[in-house]
Nanobody, 125 residues
């Protein structure tokens, strides 16, 4: 079992930055690729970014590429999402999630099996 807790959300003006954190507890953190997803009101949960377990390879949704950066600190069981040049359309609840190494490369919510409770990000225009 892996327990995930997000933090760092808030209200920011367009063009601003936020850094989300996701603290993990439970099984060996470095074994798990981690992802960030987001869900806007009335919409489905969309993939944002992912990072592999031990070698920190990354990939991103086209909508955030060049603006967001995912990283991890395996010594402190934490994954981060640095969000720069924020836009109003980035407003959503952001979730971190864990998957298995055999599912590395997936963008599907159904392939991630541990989830945090989410943190709200609101970008004002």
């Amino acid at each position: 079992q892996v327990h995930l807790v997000e933090s760092g959300g808030g209200l920011v003006q367009a063009g601003g930055s936020l850094r989300l954190s996701c603290a993990a507890s439970g099984r060996t953190f470095s074994n798990y690729p981690m992802g960030w997803f987001r869900q806007a009101p009335g919409k489905g949960r969309d993939f944002v970014a992912a990072i592999s377990g031990s070698d920190s390879n990354t990939y991103y949704a086209d909508s955030v590429k060049g603006r967001f950066t995912i990283s991890r600190d395996n010594a402190n069981n934490t994954v981060y999402l640095q969000m720069n040049s924020l836009k109003p359309e980035d407003t959503a609840v952001y979730y971190c999630a864990a998957t298995s190494s055999t599912r590395w490369g997936t963008r599907s919510v159904y392939e991630y099996f541990y989830w945090g409770q989410g943190t709200q990000v609101t970008v004002s225009s």
